[in-house]
T-cell receptor, first 117, second 114 residues
Framework: AQTVTQSQPEMSVQEAETVTLSCTYD???????LFWYKQPPSRQMILVIR??????QNATENRFSVNFQKAAKSFSLKISDSQLGDAAMYFC??????????????FGTGTRLQVTL | NAGVTQTPKFQVLKTGQSMTLQCAQD?????MSWYRQDPGMGLRLIHY???????DQGEVPNGYNVSRSTTEDFPLRLLSAAPSQTSVYFC?????????????FGEGSRLTVL
């Protein structure tokens, strides 16, 4: 079974600065997807960024980018130019590629990000 | 489009009571699922469905029932609520032909069992 580990329960960053959230995972599969979800105080889960394991290029979405190290099974999220609206719980998630529509997301325990002035 | 709609958003139950959490999506998604979120444990899959008439168990199915009579709806039933079922519940859906794996989530339902 796959596991996802987020070792930082809480992080803090000043507005306009850069912060990196860590995620490691354990799997024996070679093809899979990785995701970062954001959960603001409203509770709504919002997809931030996704990475396909077969792609070597790191995904980017505006101020959000990932550092995907497949051999190390590491998938960190970098938030540049942090904004107050980035304050939220962030979850790293893994999905197997091979099991089609029945496959589930395996979530980490989350990292709570605070953004200070 | 409303996306994924969950009701109710908040509910308090007494031990032993039953209730149904409703979930509806208007995106014609084949795949629907229920997760529970507990502090320090992330989200865990309860049940899922890959289409009308087809359901299966996830990681933590005990104490919960589901059915899928239509593509749009996927209700979660608690037959006899227990304090251990106090949690925030999320319904999520995904298009059956979507291999990007993105789930669309509802806003969550906070359930307290006394």
């Amino acid at each position: 079974a796959q596991t996802v580990t987020q070792s930082q329960p809480e992080m803090s960053v000043q507005e306009a600065e850069t912060v990196t959230l860590s995620c490691t995972y354990d799997t024996s599969e070679s093809d899979y997807y990785l995701f970062w979800y954001k959960q603001p105080p409203s509770r709504q889960m919002i997809l931030v960024i996704r990475q396909e394991a077969y792609k070597q290029q790191n995904a980017t979405e505006n101020r959000f980018s990932v550092n995907f190290q497949k051999a190390a099974k590491s998938f960190s999220l970098k938030i540049s130019d942090s904004q107050l609206g980035d304050a939220a719980m962030y979850f790293c998630a893994y999905r197997s590629f091979s099991t089609g529509t029945a496959s589930k997301l395996t979530f980490g325990t989350g990292t709570r990000l605070q953004v200070t002035l | 489009n409303a996306g994924v709609t969950q009701t109710p958003k908040f509910q308090v139950l007494k031990t032993g009571q039953s209730m149904t959490l409703q979930c509806a999506q208007d995106m014609n998604h084949e795949y629907m699922s229920w997760y529970r979120q507990d502090p320090g444990m992330g989200l865990r899959l309860i049940h899922y469905s890959v289409g009308a008439g087809i359901t299966d168990q996830g990681e933590v199915p005990n104490g919960y029932n589901v059915s899928r009579s239509t593509t749009e709806d996927f209700p979660l039933r608690l037959l006899s609520a227990a304090p251990s079922q106090t949690s925030v519940y999320f319904c999520a859906s995904r298009g059956g032909d979507s291999f990007t794996g993105e789930l669309f989530f509802g806003e969550g339902s906070r359930l307290t069992v006394l």
